[in-house]
């Protein structure tokens, strides 16, 4: 049973790149959220599911994108990167009404 | 507005001390989930309280939901070194009975144990 599991674990862009970070969970869990993680912020909810074909924004939504078109799979897009999305980045999931499981995190530098 | 307000923000005890942290929720609270995190890894689930007066315990961890109060507690006793680390209360919105799905978590307690 893996979890949560994220790809990369690190990753470096430069300024107007876009990339995926990749998320699967093989729990089949119904809810799916991405987070980001910064110091003195805490945690931001970037936009969450909370079934296949739903998606829905979160708190810091702009400049990234997802779908949800299998229960498993949960990719989080950076469109076109900037130096202010440097962060770590959380995937976690959940069965309604339970405590979310998090993937181990990407750390992404924009430069 | 922050919905989950944790104090303090941080915390240095000595080993075998015990301590409290707190989480304080604007709106009314259905529930609440407890997580720990290492430095530079993700959240660890602790437990989770639905009830008002729950109380639940991990180890050496306590948590109780005050509801009346929009609060819970996260007690450690006769604290150690593998304590040390970021804790976090955390809600989803399905426990506020609204936006299913949608969580919130508090800024984080992180917590120092001296040997």
């Known amino acids: 049973n893996a979890g949560v599991t994220q790809t990369p674990k690190f990753q470096v862009l430069k300024t107007g790149q876009s990339m995926t970070l990749q998320c699967a969970q093989d729990m089949n869990h119904e809810y799916m959220s991405w987070y980001r993680q910064d110091p003195g912020m805490g945690l931001r909810l970037i936009h969450y599911?909370?079934?296949?074909?739903?998606?829905d924004q979160g708190e810091v939504p702009n400049g990234y994108n997802v779908s949800r078109s299998t229960t498993e799979d949960f990719p989080l897009r950076l469109l076109s990167a900037a130096p202010s999305q440097t962060s770590v980045y959380f995937c976690?999931?959940?069965?309604?009404?339970?405590?979310?499981?998090f993937g181990s995190g990407t750390r992404l530098t924009v430069v | 507005s922050q919905e989950l307000e944790q104090s303090p923000q941080s915390l240095i005890v000595q080993e075998g001390k015990n301590l409290t942290i707190n989480c304080t929720s604007s709106k009314t609270l259905y529930g609440l989930y407890w997580y720990k995190q290492k430095y530079g890894e993700g959240l660890i689930f602790l437990m989770m309280?639905?009830?008002?007066?729950e109380e639940k315990s991990h180890e050496k961890i306590t948590a109780k939901l005050d509801e009346k109060k929009q609060q819970s507690s996260l007690h450690i006793t006769a604290s150690q070194p593998s304590h040390a680390g970021i804790y976090l209360c955390g809600a989803d919105a399905a426990l506020y009975n609204t936006n299913a799905g949608k969580s919130t978590f508090g800024d984080g307690t992180t917590l120092t144990v001296k040997p």
């Open positions: 599911s909370v079934g296949a074909g739903i998606t």
């Open positions: 309280l639905q009830k008002g007066g």
């Open positions: 976690a999931s959940a069965l309604r009404g339970n405590g979310y499981t």
